[in-house]
């Protein structure tokens, strides 16, 4: 957060979209949690659920639904609440630290290689042969790019990122620190008593407007590439394998992981931790349930999915239920089972 950044509350009902309710003179230097945030701080609540948490707070301004009830300091009412948040936060964010324009003293450009106007080389940057680099493109310290690969404009590489031989990354496309675009795909087969790599000899193609979290890894294809479709947004710590194909804008959050040749479609979301085997077809605007999910067979589209192996979630959730009550039904059966016992062996004693 800029410390030096503070707003009257009417400012920041404009910067927002919203319309102001109270007092518009309110200064606020940041923005903290509804329990937490200050007189000189601003807040959001979501739903009118938390209205013990407002009556209390003491925050300066509060961002809320525009049909939200009335609230002890002044409140601005958004009809887009996420996107409104949204815009609160970006006016306290501090400026993104970049490299200046041009290319760093230490970092080794390929004399083949051709780079935009306007973009930032950092520190110790590798740029192979052949790579094409557009305009407005920022390069932090430490990034590796292979030969043969380009990479459109505006895109935004953090420290150490390394993209392979090859791969084709569109406009404005960011990734975070660690990640690898374009490592061998995982392929072997087996003879004569060990393992024998398999040669991937495809590429990666990521689309315009994708963003991948640090520590992510995008395989390169066996043969062809492996795609990741315009708006898809990718979490820390996923694995996007080989000739896997995503669709427009799917969400994958952390730890999810995609086998080889499996199919997304567009507007798909993967939960935490959710997988999907090879060779699979997913379809368009599917919803996975995080953690244990896991996807075992073709799914169609506009199917919400948990379990393992992945079932439409309403009939994995009752089965969950059942298995939940089966300590009580072990024992209502041991009761019947005595009863019958009792009711049998009366049924002999009797003359």
């Known amino acids: 957060m800029n410390d030096s950044t503070s707003f009257t509350t009417s400012e920041l009902a404009t910067i927002v979209g919203g319309t102001l309710d109270g007092d518009g003179n309110v200064r606020v230097i940041g923005v903290a949690d509804v329990g937490e945030a200050q007189p000189n701080e601003a807040s959001f609540v979501t739903n009118p659920k938390y209205a013990d948490k407002v009556a209390s707070s003491r925050?300066?301004?509060?961002?809320?639904?525009?049909?939200?009830?009335?609230?002890?300091?002044?409140?601005?009412?958004?009809?887009?609440?996420?996107?409104?948040v949204a815009s609160l936060l970006g006016a306290f964010a501090p400026p993104v630290v970049k490299p200046a324009s041009g290319i760093h003293p230490t970092a080794s450009v390929h004399r083949t290689a051709t780079i935009g106007p306007d973009s930032a080389i950092g520190p110790f940057v590798q740029i192979e042969a052949d790579v094409r680099i557009g305009a407005?493109?920022?390069?932090?310290?430490?990034?590796?790019?292979?030969?043969?690969?380009?990479?459109?404009?505006?895109?935004?590489?953090?420290?150490?990122?390394?993209?392979?031989?090859?791969?084709?990354?569109?406009?404005?496309?960011?990734?975070?620190?660690?990640?690898v675009i374009g490592a061998?795909?995982?392929?072997?087969?087996f003879e004569e008593g060990r393992h024998h790599k398999v040669p991937h000899i495809g590429g990666v193609i990521i689309e315009d407007d994708v963003e991948i979290g640090a520590c992510s890894c995008v395989d390169r294809a066996k043969f062809g590439f492996t795609v990741i479709g315009r708006g898809t947004k990718i979490d820390n710590q996923v694995q996007v394998a080989h000739n896997v194909r995503l669709g427009e804008g799917c969400l994958l959050a952390g730890h999810?992981?995609?086998?080889?040749?499996?199919?997304?479609?567009?507007?798909?979301?993967?939960?935490?931790?959710?997988?999907?085997?090879?060779?699979?077809?997913?379809?368009q605007r599917v919803r996975v349930a995080g953690g244990d999910t896991t996807i075992t067979h073709d799914i169609p589209d506009d199917m919400t999915v948990s379990g393992y192996p992945a079932q439409e979630?309403?009939?994995?959730?009752?089965?969950?239920?059942?298995?939940?009550?089966?300590?009580?039904?072990?024992?209502?059966?041991?009761?019947?089972?005595?009863?019958?016992?009792?009711?049998?062996?009366?049924?002999?004693?009797?003359?």
């Open 256 to 283: 999810a992981g995609v086998a080889g040749s499996t199919r997304i479609g567009s507007f798909s979301a993967f939960g935490g931790k959710a997988a999907a085997l090879d060779n699979l077809t997913i379809g």
């Open 136 to 179: 407005s493109v920022v390069i932090h310290a430490g990034c590796y790019i292979g030969r043969g690969t380009s990479l459109g404009d505006r895109c935004f590489l953090w420290p150490n990122v390394v993209v392979r031989d090859g791969c084709r990354i569109g406009n404005r496309v960011m990734i975070h620190s660690c990640s």
């Open 313 to 351: 979630n309403r009939k994995q959730l009752r089965e969950r239920a059942m298995i939940r009550r089966l300590p009580d039904l072990a024992q209502q059966i041991k009761d019947l089972i005595a009863r019958v016992e009792q009711l049998e062996a009366a049924a002999h004693d009797r003359p």
């Open 59 to 84: 925050a300066g301004v509060l961002l809320v639904p525009v049909d939200f009830g009335r609230t002890p300091m002044p409140a601005i009412r958004c009809q887009g609440l996420e996107r409104a």
């Open 184 to 189: 061998d795909g995982f392929g072997y087969y």
